[in-house]
């Protein structure tokens, strides 16, 4: 039966706040920051269970109501949402006013009616697919969403800068004010894109986040996000006599004729609780519970309770959190507890539909099947209200599955406890139908949150393959949302779950699995995926799948360094996917053989494949790679010495990345377009070129693609006379290769540092650095960057870096940098090692008196000045290869 007489205070209107000044401060110093500045803040507010964080939260925008600074406010808790992504979802659901069971097209049509409005871009149709992935809402795809549909990298990207241009945008209309509870539970995908935002997000947007000290242990560094514009709050406890003013203040409709409540009461709440305002509050339920505190009418304008202190030492009042819980718990009649008991078997989150099957389940069906308030639906409403109201529960705003209220366990001790009173047995019932109930919802399998649990409870209930089978489906659904982390979980229990059942399933699973593995950074890992993948594919006979494989590791030992490990694979992919008749995985393969052909200098051959896979793309109208194919050609043809061409070829391909949003691929054509006027002496050109890559790749937070710029920042800045500032910038660069793992980028970035060391006449510095060059460089087998390796160190021993008997050796060290560039055909790289060894040979005192070396400097100076007459031409110069085929006009 529900109870109308529940005590005021209790389950109405809370207890005063108090003691929080200092903390309320900080957030309003924060929003008048956002107001004043038009800047992004972010406030963390850390504490234990019950602190009072939200209720911090909760106050602050309370108080902003009717003032002039009052910004939009839009949640996200972590608590309720278990996607990898939900707290972001949640939040959207209530920007764009959705509502629980709202049909799909009217939710398409609100989100994208609001998207144009706060955007006014033509591309309204990208910003929703993407936005459409946190909301779980497919929306129509575009190129340019079909082209990153199988690169989950680069979807990432493209969406987590979508979301920020879209929150940005909507903050220009108005001040935002995005609150996110609970951050401790939030999957590592969420807090990863929360960090982003943090760092880069700009506009009138505060940002505030609620969490458990845990927090600091899932990102250690978190308090250091976003620099200045970020606040850490740690809340405490209350002091002894704030906490006695508020018990005083919850105890208020039980005071006496001299306006005093008992003392007794106060004093046994304050030692229970120790300054924690949540346990004050559950002390106040335990005296009603108890029998102690008593409402005295239903009915009255204002409550009163009779007090009866002759109950206070029998009550059994608890003495440790554990008591209190154990006190709660025992107030419950026998199918309030059964409910909870079932409900505890979902978890922490649940819904009231789902717990009808449990209850019903060993039940034979009546001889009449009737619908109505009498049944045992409307029975289990009216105790889920009952529960509700005595606060065990809470009914959330918006429900995760359609036609059924979605529910929270208040304070998670108690769900806890309520799971340790069921047997193993008996869970593993509840698991098992609850299991088989989802799995027949419409929703479950188009939701990333939904296949998660429903995966966990087939695995509870020891359905191993079923639970397999769906932790796989929510790994391709995770990826697909760019969840890389949670895809990677969920792929690794699927896969260990399925074990040698659903071979074809298993192929696809592993392939994608690889794909998240290298994403992420385990590079081994990802290899024993494919190589798993190519021996299944192997005893199936599935071409297709094993050119796949091959292509991968091929790849994967290609971007590590390993290059004729990579080509071993690549022609192997090559082979299988011809006889598969696989025409886009042949056209893709001999663009990665290309890239392979220039890495090891190979510049014929890379130019004679990227020209064929080119060709192809373009047979296939894949505009994205096309337009890959376009980049990757227009390297070759610079260091070949076709730059008219090269311009040409990136020209294209930064028209077609622009036309359909290609960010990532935006950022590698303007780095392109920067280092080859930086080539070409223009630095009042390459300057503006690079920042606006380095400003594109900080937009998509990509920081590989950071790291890539800012040497080529670095090497601009020191060539043009700015060794301090490029020495600041490559060390950065440095940083981010070394974290990241990447050999070739960070070898180049200490090339980069050594010349800039040279600069300055640190001889020391720069040895150091083009040594370390080196030796990486010779261990990849990687002959262009070993090429521009040597030709440095020849320049920081010719200016005496090892002493000056050593000297002599700057001469061996040109003329192997000039080997490799002459058998390689990189004609630029080339060029530049010609400029500096004859300028050692002109002013090197045991050489510039020998004739044979002079003869040789006067032969480099007249090859150098040839290559750059043509750099310098450009697009007049005369190609030796046939111009390009004009862009694709769609």
């Not at 890539?708 to 060539?719: E, F, I, M, P, S």
Request: with cysteine; charged share 25%.
């Amino acid at each position: 039966m529900v109870r109308d007489n529940l005590p005021f205070g209790l389950f109405g209107e809370r207890g005063p706040f108090v003691g929080r000044a200092a903390p309320m401060a900080a957030l309003d110093a924060a929003l008048t920051a956002v107001e004043t500045a038009r800047e992004m803040r972010v406030v963390t507010v850390l504490g234990a269970q019950g602190i009072g964080k939200s209720r911090l939260i909760q106050e602050f925008v309370l108080r902003r109501r009717g003032s002039t600074l009052v910004p939009r406010v839009y949640r996200g808790s972590a608590r309720d949402a278990d996607s990898a992504y939900g707290i972001f979802g949640r939040m959207l659901r209530m920007r764009f006013g959705l509502v629980e069971s709202m049909d799909d097209e009217i939710v398409k049509q609100q989100v994208r009616s609001q998207v144009a409005t706060v955007t006014g871009d033509r591309k309204v149709g990208d910003i929703c697919y993407f936005l459409g992935q946190f909301l779980e809402v497919p929306f129509e795809e575009s190129p340019l969403t079909r082209a990153v549909g199988d690169d989950p990298a680069q979807g990432k990207l493209l969406r987590r800068a979508v979301f920020k241009s879209f929150l940005e945008a909507d903050a220009a209309h108005s001040p935002l004010c995005l609150v996110f509870d609970d951050l401790h539970a939030a999957h590592a995908d969420s807090l990863e894109l929360l960090r982003y935002l943090v760092e880069y997000l700009s506009g009138p947007v505060l940002v505030l986040c609620a969490a458990r000290p845990e927090l600091k242990t899932a990102m250690e560094d978190w308090g250091n996000a976003g620099g200045g514009k970020h606040t850490v709050i740690e809340l405490d406890v209350l002091a002894e006599t704030e906490s006695h003013d508020l018990m005083r203040a919850l105890l208020a409709p039980c005071k006496d004729a001299a306006g005093e409540v008992p003392a007794s009461l106060v004093e046994n709440a304050c030692s229970f609780a120790s300054g924690n305002p949540a346990l004050l509050e559950q002390m106040l339920r335990l005296y009603h519970d108890r029998g102690v505190l008593e409402e005295e009418a239903a009915l009255a304008d204002e409550p009163r309770w009779r007090v009866h202190l002759d109950r206070l030492e029998a009550a059994e009042l608890p003495l440790t959190v554990e008591d209190a819980i154990g006190a709660r718990l025992s107030a419950l009649s026998p199918f309030e507890r059964r409910v909870l008991e079932l409900a505890a078997t979902m978890g922490s989150v649940f819904w009231a539909a789902g717990l009808v099957p449990l209850l019903r389940a060993g039940h034979e069906a009546p001889e009449i099947w009737t619908v109505g308030a009498d049944d045992d639906v409307g029975k289990l409403k009216g105790v889920l209200m009952e529960l509700e109201h005595r606060d065990y529960i809470l009914k959330l705003p918006d429900s995760s599955l359609p036609d059924s209220d979605e529910f929270a366990f208040k304070h998670n001790k108690e769900r806890e406890a309520i799971g340790r009173r069921t047997t193993p047995s008996a869970q593993k019932h509840h698991h098992a139908v609850f299991a088989d109930w989802l799995a027949r919802q419409a929703h479950t399998h188009s939701s990333e949150e939904t296949l998660a649990l429903l995966a966990e409870h087939h695995e509870k209930a020891g359905h191993g393959e079923s639970a397999g089978l769906a932790y796989l489906d929510a790994g391709d659904r995770a990826r697909a949302g760019y969840a890389l982390t949670a895809a990677c979980g969920y792929y690794e229990k699927g896969l260990e779950l399925v074990g040698d059942g659903s071979v074809a399933r298993r192929i696809d699973a592993l392939h994608n699995y690889g794909d998240v593995l290298a994403l992420t950074g385990r590079i081994d890992d990802a290899l024993a995926s494919f190589r798993e993948m190519l021996t299944l594919a192997y005893r199936l006979d599935i071409r297709s799948k094993g050119g796949a494989a091959h292509n991968r590791i091929g790849r994967l030992y290609r971007d590590t360094g390993a290059l004729d490990e990579a080509g071993r694979h690549l022609d192997a992919a090559m082979a299988l996917f011809s006889s598969a008749g696989d025409d886009r995985g042949v056209a893709s393969t001999i663009d990665d053989l290309g890239k392979l052909a220039w890495l090891k200098g190979d510049y014929a051959s890379s130019e004679r494949l990227l020209r064929d896979g080119l060709a192809r793309r373009r047979r296939l109208g894949d505009r994205r790679s096309i337009a890959l194919s376009l980049n990757n050609l227009g390297i070759v043809l610079v260091e070949t010495g076709e730059f008219g061409q090269a311009i040409e070829a990136w020209e294209q391909a930064l028209g077609i990345r622009r036309d359909i949003g290609d960010l990532v691929g935006v950022v590698a054509t303007l780095n392109n377009l920067g280092t080859l006027a930086l080539d070409r002496g223009d630095f009042a050109v390459a300057m503006p070129l690079l920042e606006q890559a380095l400003d594109v790749a900080k937009q998509i937070g990509d920081r590989n693609r950071i790291a890539l710029v800012l040497v080529n920042t670095g090497d601009a800045l020191h060539r043009s006379g700015q060794p301090d500032r490029a020495i600041e910038v490559l060390k950065q660069a440095e940083e981010q290769f070394d974290e990241l793992g990447d050999k070739l980028g960070l070898a180049d970035a200490l090339r980069a540092l050594g010349e800039a060391h040279l600069a300055r006449g640190d001889l020391v510095k720069a040895r150091e650095c083009i040594g370390r060059c080196v030796d990486i460089f010779a261990t990849v087998r990687s002959r262009v960057q070993l090429g521009i390796a040597l030709r440095t160190l020849g320049e920081i021993t010719a200016a005496g870096g090892w002493g000056p008997t050593h000297t002599k050796s700057a001469r061996e060290y040109y003329a192997r940098s000039v080997t490799i560039f002459e058998q390689t055909g990189n004609e630029i790289e080339l060029a530049k090692t010609f400029v500096a060894f004859a300028r050692f040979l002109r002013h090197n005192e045991e050489y510039r008196t020998e004739p044979a070396a002079q003869a040789d400097a006067t032969r480099m100076e007249g090859a150098s000045r040839s290559i750059y007459e043509r750099l310098q031409g450009g697009r007049d110069a005369k190609p030796r290869q046939p111009s390009l085929p004009p862009a694709d006009p769609e």
